[in-house]
Each structure stands twice: as structure tokens, then as C-alpha cells.
DNA sequence: CAACAAATTCAACAATTATTGAATTCCATT
DNA sequence: AATGGAATTCAATAATTGTTGAATTTGTTG
């Protein structure tokens, strides 16, 4: 990932209610949830939303797919993935630095959970 | 972390210079570069540096501490620690979507190389 | 097809953020 | 204490981004 790309990403999630409505999703899991349901938990106007969904899925952090009268909106966690590698990327030029981070806890978690290796 | 605070962080790692700024720190280490040699080094102005700088700092990601007539700035990995702990939390209700993070990538290679365990 | 609900788009405005030349502060050296 | 370099602050301006009511699109249902 090049530095302007994770910039646009990180900007869409620089912004309080984008990144309430993205924690959201990560929390709803891929089933996703609707736009109007969006707006009602995090208490935010309908175009206000729109706006915001808009710029999420314009980065792709986020995805819509339609469903009868509903769009269901996910997160995207490929891309989640590849930006929080760019950020640990060539940290400290190999040496420990980063060495207690959550996302590495929660991988053991779901190793011990699993009983996979990798 | 709250999510207001998380949003902080992500707007001040969400623009182009800054986030220049970031990976040129975290890519250094410990040791620090000093303001006008990330200057020289990224092409930007002494006063747009200095308003960049004063961001990253004021959020907490970057620590500028003076030696002589040089301020040698150098990145916070425990707040990006905490930062990337919050957005892989909770995330899709404890089920698996996030295997491949090179953040855990490196964990590995680290525990290769010193071989400890945790 | 008329009525309604979900969601977006539009347009106008409000608010915030970024850039930069000039002035200033801080420190070391002579 | 004067010179000069490192870095910041200031002030004015430029540019971008966010909000929202009203209008519009899309799809369902009576």
C-alpha cells in the first residue's frame, strides 16, 4: 500500500461519526447492517449518513449491497488488514517495538479458541 | 480508547504530509531524526513541518525532545499499540476476519528471532 | 398506479484545516 | 554581545470538508 492511499484511508476514519458508523460494522460482522438502523443507533440525519457511507465505500473500508428496500452496508476487513500492515510496516528496522499489540492478542485468542497454528 | 480520541489519532495520521512524517519516524526508531532533516528529507517548508509536527504531538503519536540547537522527534509506538488495539477489538463478535495482519506477522518473526515465546 | 418508506443527491451554507512568508525564540559559537 | 542556524509562531489567505432541508430515485405494497 503507497502512503497517499493509506492517507485517503485513514482520513475516512479521522472523522468521529465515519468512525463510529465503521466500528459498527466491524462489530456487526458480515451480515451487516442497514442504512436506516446506521442512523438510528448512532443518531444521525439521513443525508449526514449518506454522506459518510458515501466517502467509507468511495475507499473501500466499507461495502452496500442492496437488499429489497434495504442497503446493507459491511466492513471490509481486507482492506482494514493491508492498512494496519502498511503502519507496522518496517518498524524500527526490525527491532521489538510494537510488542503488545491487541491485534496480536486477540490472533493468540483465537488460536488457543481454534487450535490452529497459523 | 475511546472512539473520539481514536478518531483524533486517525485524522492526524489521515493526511499525506503527516502520515509521511509518521513512517519516516517509525521506519527510524528510537533514535529520533531531528525537524529540518525530515524537512530535507520529505520537501516540506519549515512552517508547514513545524504546524505537522505540533499536530502529531499534540494527538501524542510523535515526542519531540530537544538536544542542542536540534529537536529530534521520534514516534510513540505505544499510542499506535493502543490505536491498533482499538480498531481490531471486538471485531466481528469474537469470530475470525482478521487472520493475515502482517502486525502479527511481525510478531512472529520476532519470536523466530529472539525465541521467546510471549 | 397511488402511496409510502429507504436511501441518495443536490445546493447552499458553516466550519475546519492547510499553506506560507515574515517575524520571533532559542541555543551555540566566535 | 553579536552572528548565524534550528525551529516555532504569527497572521493572512487558500482550500477542503461537514451539515442539513428539500427534492429525487428506487423499490414495495395496498
Known amino acids: 500500500m503507497e502512503t497517499l492511499n493509506a492517507a485517503e ?44 457511507l458515501a466517502h467509507l465505500s468511495r475507499v473501500g473500508l466499507i461495502a452496500g449491497e442492496r437488499e429489497s428496500r434495504f442497503i ?3 466492513a471490509n476487513f481486507g482492506t482494514m488488514d493491508e492498512l494496519i500492515a502498511f503502519l507496522t510496516s518496517n518498524c524500527c528496522q526490525g527491532e521489538a517495538c510494537l510488542p503488545k499489540t491487541t491485534c496480536c ?14
Chains 1, 2 share one sequence.
Not at 15 to 38: K, Q, T
Not at 108 to 113: D, F, L, N, V, Y
Request: glycine residues 10%.
Open 9 to 52: 484511508l485513514l482520513a475516512a476514519l479521522g472523522h468521529e461519526s465515519r468512525l463510529a458508523i465503521f466500528r459498527l460494522l466491524v462489530e456487526a460482522g458480515p451480515a451487516g447492517v442497514n442504512a436506516s438502523a446506521i442512523g438510528e443507533q448512532l443518531g444521525m440525519a439521513p443525508a449526514t449518513l449518506s454522506f459518510h
Open 72 to 74: 446493507h452496508y459491511s
Open 105 to 118: 492478542d486477540t490472533t493468540e485468542k483465537r488460536r488457543a479458541k481454534t487450535g490452529k497454528t497459523a
